[in-house]
Each structure stands twice: as C-alpha cells, then as structure tokens.
C-alpha cells in the first residue's frame, strides 16, 4: 500500500489549500483514513479522519474550517482547507487503517503546508 499526498504550499492567513492523498488500490478495504499533521517540535497530532462509511470527525482546532472527504471511484481522501492560520502550519501527513482484531496503519510521505501571516 503506498499513500502518497499532494497539495502543499504556502498560502496567506485567510486562504484555501486542498490536499489529496492517492492511496495505491482501493481505499475501499480501509476502515478509516485520516489527516495528521506535525509542527516542528510538536507531535503529530490527529486533524481529520473518515470511516469506510463516510463519517467524518475533526479535531477541535479545524472544525468548521476543514472539510474531510473520499472519493473511492479514485481512490482518494481530501482535505479542504479553508481560512487557514499560521498555527495550522505542519506537515500533513495522511494515514489509512485496516483490519479488526490486528490494526495496520500505512502513512504517506507528508506535505508542507506553510501560512504566513
């Protein structure tokens, strides 16, 4: 499984970004897929996750202006990022689970997101 993400950049406080994380066959067999991110010197903290069955879930910090979806038909999950902030500057990293009993997880490479003020 190879998830590879995409969408960085830098953007201005108040813009848009939306990443995309490419999961090599089909997302469908996941139970979930997620959005991390990781400030320097911070821990990687949970942004964003959906379910298998669309149920979306956010961290505090982003609800109401991030937007969590999946297109199985392409194999992707989005995050639509909207009036971002300097402190939602990181490196994005997306994650996708599988299994009951035994949970494996498989990450992506990660994607700079810069806001500046």
């Known amino acids: 499984v190879q998830l590879v993400e995409s969408g960085g950049g830098l953007v201005q406080t108040g813009g848009s970004l939306r990443l995309s994380c490419a999961a090599s066959?089909?997302?469908?067999?996941?139970?979930?897929m997620s959005w991390y991110r990781q400030a320097p010197g911070k821990q990687r903290v949970l942004v964003a996750s959906?379910?298998?069955?669309?149920?979306?879930d956010y961290a505090i910090s982003v609800k109401g202006r991030f937007t969590i979806s999946r297109d199985n038909a392409e194999n992707t999950v989005y995050l639509q990022m909207n009036s971002l902030k300097p402190e939602d500057t990181a490196v994005y990293y997306c994650?996708?689970?599988?299994?009951?009993?035994?949970?494996?997880?498989?990450w992506g490479q990660g994607t700079q997101v810069t806001v500046s003020s």
């Open positions: 994650k996708a689970t599988r299994g009951s009993i035994l949970i494996t997880a498989y």
């Open positions: 066959g089909g997302i469908f067999s996941f139970n979930a």
């Open positions: 959906i379910t298998s069955g669309g149920a979306a």
